[in-house]
């Protein structure tokens, strides 16, 4: 058994007098399996193994200089290779279905605005005065941003149950205050706080899945986490229906309704997540030390980074310094500008071309159902295939159609079919771009910064998509759509710029024409 060490004391370990003590994990410890000692000094990413069997296993546990495993990572694990399937199986069901049910809610709470305009707000409020409604929306996204990377940067001081369910309650409690305002400047400010409290939760969530994953199965958990949750959000639209109904029951208006309800959800499923939020793979409590033990053997063999290393800001400002992580969040800021723009104005723009509200609402939740179908397939295609920016290109033409369908088609029914392609084109690239970087990046602090930065870029582009759909230009927006289709031409000039730059530093590594491996790591190739 390889036993790896990161010059500290792990979590499981139990200190003794003097310093000494026995990590409580049995995976780690003689003389439960045997095993011969390896020394792993990390430097971004990078590994060197050196033996240490001087001493007995006894002796070095007990040594005061002993530094304790951080992992026991088997050198045959034949019996778990057997059930390999079954276990990644149950890692699947114990994080997709929870990650997507939150998140969804996330979404839900975050674009809610078009529904409850629809069902109301707007008049009542008085957002349909100058640029009320677009200011409104866009707030939210400057704390969203501001918050994206020191927010993730605490999933790991707190842990991902703590952390995570303390802002869903948070924001959920916001929420239903948001059925309570009485002005426009309320409900602003809650929307900025709304920002605030979501910032760190997308990110932190893809942090997790992508800890847990190799690099070529990383995209299709991705997609099936992110369009899970898209899809319930989508059909938050028939709720929203269902909850306008009540429209004066209680003195409460509809789209008040569509607040209160929506938010005692979230506030709910919170407290819930505290007891089943998963933690990362080394700090996990479902799995068996052997299990353990195997996941971060396989996350190690694939990037070297099954360890955390240390975020400093020194590590933070050099990750920052690497241009492909900008490059990284414009495209996905590019893919969030019609992501946003549907999920905000769709319904608004249902209903301007001649649709009642009833059917503008529930119309625009059924472009989310073969979005699920496609984003999945370019996925599992990516994944097997490994590769990422063919994929993203595809999707993005696939966007524009819909786009220019939607902008310059004379028939609703051509308009509306346009709204299901664009839906696809659009959602497919969000856990495309994610894995693209994802994959690219070694070192789970350089993950942290780069998932951050992404999500933040994603903030920009809510906040484009926002300020582009103006109430002047209802109810077509095209020039709205116009921006938009220009993005996706940017995403894609972006995914061949950074294509043709990784696959120049491939060929120079392959040759041995380069100083230092690929991202510190012996091996280590580029996703194309």
């Known amino acids: 058994m390889w036993v790896y060490y990161a010059g500290r004391r792990p979590p499981g370990f139990i200190d003794g007098q003097g310093g000494t003590g026995r990590c409580r994990f049995p995976a780690c410890c003689p003389p439960c399996f045997p095993m011969s000692t390896v020394n792993m000094a990390h430097s971004f990413g990078t590994a060197r193994v050196e033996s240490v069997d001087a001493q007995s296993d006894e002796e070095k546990c007990m040594s005061s200089d002993y530094e304790a495993p951080v992992v026991a990572l088997p050198a045959k694990t034949s019996v778990l290779r057997t059930s390999h399937r079954r276990l990644m199986l149950r890692i699947d069901c114990r994080i997709l279905p929870l990650f997507g049910c939150l998140y969804a809610f996330c979404l839900i709470d975050r674009i809610n605005m078009g529904s409850a305009r629809t069902a109301g707000m707007g008049e009542d409020l008085g957002l349909d005065r100058g640029a009320r409604y677009s200011i409104?929306?866009?707030?939210?996204?400057?704390?969203?941003?501001?918050?994206?990377?020191?927010?993730?940067?605490?999933?790991?001081?707190?842990?991902?149950?703590?952390?995570?369910?303390?802002?869903?309650?948070g924001w959920g409690a916001v929420q239903i205050g948001m059925g309570f305002v009485t002005s426009w400047g309320y409900l602003t400010l809650c929307r900025v706080l709304l920002g605030a409290l979501e910032a760190a939760f997308f990110p932190g969530l893809v942090l997790v899945i992508s800890t847990w994953y190799t690099r070529y199965e990383v995209q299709t958990r991705l997609a099936i986490f992110y369009l899970s949750s898209l899809a319930v959000a989508g059909f938050s639209q028939i709720l929203a229906y269902a909850l306008n109904l009540l429209d004066g029951r209680g003195g409460v208006r509809g789209w008040q309704w569509i607040f209160i309800v929506e938010g005692a959800v979230t506030l709910a499923l919170g407290a819930l997540s505290f007891w089943l939020l998963p933690e990362f793979p080394d700090r996990n409590t479902f799995l068996a030390p052997e299990e353990t033990a195997y996941v971060l053997k396989r996350i190690e063999d694939d990037r070297g980074d099954a360890v955390p290393d240390q975020l400093t800001r020194g590590t933070v400002l050099k990750h920052l310094s690497d241009w492909t992580l900008w490059a990284y969040g414009i495209m996905f800021a590019c893919a969030t500008i019609p992501s946003y723009a549907l999920a905000y104005f769709v319904s608004v723009i249902l209903h301007g071309i001649g649709y009642s509200k009833a059917q503008a609402l529930i119309m625009s939740a059924f472009p989310y159902l073969p979005a699920i179908a496609t984003a999945v397939g370019f996925a599992r295609m990516a994944d097997r295939y490994k590769l990422r920016g063919v994929f993203i290109v595809a999707q993005a033409l696939l966007c524009v159609t819909g786009l220019a369908l939607m902008a310059f088609a004379k028939l609703n029914t051509?308009?509306?079919?346009?709204?299901?392609?664009?839906?696809?084109?659009?959602?497919?690239?969000?856990?495309?771009?994610?894995?693209?970087?994802?994959?690219?990046?070694?070192?789970?602090?350089?993950?942290?910064?780069?998932?951050?930065?992404?999500?933040?870029?994603?903030?920009?582009?809510?906040?484009?998509?926002?300020?582009?759909?103006?109430?002047?230009?209802?109810?077509?927006?095209?020039?709205?759509?116009?921006?938009?289709?220009?993005?996706?031409?940017?995403?894609?000039?972006?995914?061949?710029?950074?294509?043709?730059?990784?696959?120049?530093?491939?060929?120079?590594?392959?040759?041995?024409?380069?100083?230092?491996?690929?991202?510190?790591?012996?091996?280590?190739?580029?996703?194309?």
Request: glycine share 12%; aromatic share 12%; with cysteine.
């Open 136 to 169: 409104a929306t866009c707030l939210y996204f400057v704390p969203y941003i501001l918050f994206q990377i020191p927010g993730n940067l605490l999933v790991r001081r707190f842990g991902v149950r703590v952390w995570l369910s303390s802002i869903t309650i």
């Open 414 to 528: 051509v308009r509306y079919f346009g709204t299901f392609l664009a839906t696809a084109g659009c959602s497919g690239c969000i856990p495309g771009i994610l894995s693209y970087g994802s994959n690219n990046v070694v070192t789970q602090s350089k993950k942290n910064v780069q998932t951050a930065l992404s999500v933040t870029f994603g903030g920009v582009g809510g906040i484009i998509a926002a300020m582009v759909f103006r109430e002047a230009d209802f109810p077509d927006y095209v020039p709205g759509l116009w921006v938009t289709m220009g993005a996706q031409i940017v995403l894609i000039v972006l995914v061949g710029i950074t294509s043709m730059h990784f696959s120049r530093l491939n060929r120079l590594s392959l040759a041995g024409k380069l100083a230092d491996p690929l991202e510190g790591r012996p091996g280590f190739l580029y996703t194309l």
